[in-house]
């Protein structure tokens, strides 16, 4: 199923909209409709993959909704709908996928609906959702270094920064990618596509973090890794 967010404060508008998206994805879309983004961040769900979003909204404007996707899920296609034609410029502060008068919404919506779909797929790099207040966010696993769990928190380093949510280790790792993701302790996940250098007792990640490796994971550590470095050509040291 297809997960599409509509952002409309017209009831009518967005019945027709839903009804558009559901004919152009043949009834496999999972839809949910808010009249505000105040709504849609009240109640956390799953991110979307497609935003329709008006833009003169009651409170926050659909521009400013569009920054916090950007921000939160960053694998979005959105498309602005809207009755004025003066808000062309000012889109362009966000990344979107269309930008949609509704005088032509019948016309147009449909062909955008399976470009973005497209372009959704041709985006779909695995992320990992995390639960991180203010809000909920999509990290890019790729860009994951490692994942420590301190106390009651699991922290994600990143290379743009860190993020912490209250989920365990062992929720996280299985939304993880299992070619990539391996446990090395049992307060450490790490990404084998940041290891520098590989020890027997321990780890050297890009950012020179250092990762403690537990004798229960070292045999299944080593074996993984040396399943990855066989398909690796990149400049890591694996050390006895």
Not at 192 to 204: A, D, G, N
Request: charged fraction near 25%; proline fraction near 3%; aromatic fraction near 10%.
């Amino acid at each position: 199923m297809h997960r599409v967010l509509i952002v409309e404060d017209s009831a009518a508008f967005a019945r027709r909209i839903s009804e558009l998206v559901q004919q152009a994805f043949f009834s496999q879309a999972a839809i949910r409709v808010c009249s505000s983004a105040e709504e849609y961040f009240s109640e956390p769900r799953e991110l979307p993959e497609i935003a329709l979003l008006d833009i003169e909204l009651p409170g926050e404007s659909g521009i400013s909704l569009a920054h916090r996707i950007n921000q939160t899920a960053p694998a979005c296609q959105i498309v602005y709908l809207t009755s004025h034609l003066d808000y062309a410029v000012d889109v362009y502060q966000t990344r979107h996928f269309w930008f949609v008068t509704k005088d032509r919404m019948e016309e147009l919506l449909p062909g955008v609906l399976q470009q973005a779909l497209e372009q959704a797929d041709r985006c779909g790099e695995k992320m990992l959702l995390i639960s991180s207040k203010p809000c909920r966010q999509q990290l890019r696993q790729s860009e994951i270094l490692y994942l420590e769990r301190v106390k009651r928190k699991s922290s994600i380093v990143t290379g743009g920064g860190e993020f912490q949510c209250a989920e365990s280790l062992d929720e996280l790792y299985l939304r993880l990618d299992p070619e990539v993701f391996v446990r090395c302790h049992n307060s450490y996940i790490v990404n084998l596509e940041h290891v520098r250098t590989f020890q027997r007792t321990q780890l050297v990640m890009d950012n020179g973090s250092i990762i403690l490796v537990s004798r229960s994971y070292q045999a299944a550590l080593r074996d993984r890794f040396s399943e990855y470095a066989a398909r690796f050509t990149g400049p890591f040291v694996s050390l006895a």
